[in-house]
């Protein structure tokens, strides 16, 4: 149980061009999605919080209107880099958390398997 | 301000020793939950480990198990029986009630065979 999925897995793009990632939540329902993104050899940085039928939450230093962020169902969130450059380059990951479960499962985030992201 | 610390950026172990993994937290919150998830080359995360701090228990998962002592802030991870497949980065990480997760910045795990 608790699988999260991400779509797609790599993409390249010509710079300017705009990319959307989907992240969705398999076997349970995620009121709560998150957006990372990585570095190599580095640890996960927190860019947004989604909230299902709400505005995202942005982190310090995340321009929201670069990453869009839609959390339009209970097992879906989408993250969309706009106006792709070469320093949007990066791992990005998603994860969920099940908002049926309750205490430490509830808290628990389950993590898709990322996307790498290459803008040329 | 909550704050995750591994001192300890790489490490190694003979396959089937036993290797522990070290991770310090702050927090003022009393009620926390503590995470160890590993990033193998895949770069899937993947929870190993939970622990609720208000559980006195530590928790166990097979091979793996935790140290907790909330007194001091720490929660180590023991890795017993060590094999290839736990080559891998490895994530603390401290949540708080319906809030985000605070990670550390890793510990890189290799086993020698």
């Known amino acids: 149980g608790a699988v999260v999925s991400q779509h797609p897995s790599w993409v390249i793009c010509k710079s300017g061009t705009s990319v959307k990632i989907e992240c969705r939540s398999l076997?349970?329902?995620?009121?709560?999605m998150f957006w990372y993104r990585q570095f190599p050899k580095q640890s996960l940085m927190l860019m947004a919080t989604?909230?299902?039928?709400?505005?995202?939450?942005?982190e310090q230093g995340v321009e929201k209107d670069k990453f869009l962020i839609n959390h339009a169902s209970l097992t879906l969130s989408t993250l969309t880099v706009t106006s792709a450059h070469p320093e949007d380059s990066s791992f990005y990951i998603c994860s969920a958390r099940d908002a049926g479960r309750t205490g430490g499962k509830g808290n628990t985030q389950y993590f898709g398997p990322g996307t790498r992201l290459t803008v040329l | 301000a909550q704050t995750v610390t591994q001192s300890q950026p790489e490490m190694s172990v003979q396959e089937a020793e036993t290797v522990t993994l070290s991770c310090t937290y702050d927090t003022s919150e009393n009620n926390y939950y503590l995470f160890w998830y590993k990033q193998p080359p895949s770069r899937q995360m993947i929870l190993v480990i939970r622990q609720e701090a208000y559980k006195q228990q530590n928790a166990t998962e097979n091979r793996f198990s935790v140290n907790f002592q909330k007194a001091a802030k720490s929660f180590s991870l023991k890795i017993s029986d060590s094999q290839l497949g736990d080559t891998a980065m490895y994530f603390c990480?401290?949540?708080?009630?319906?809030?985000?997760?605070?990670f550390g910045t890793g510990t890189s795990l290799t086993v020698i065979p």
């Open positions: 076997d349970f329902q995620a009121t709560t």
């Open positions: 989604s909230n299902e039928g709400s505005k995202a939450t942005y």
């Open positions: 990480a401290l949540a708080q009630t319906g809030n985000q997760f605070y």
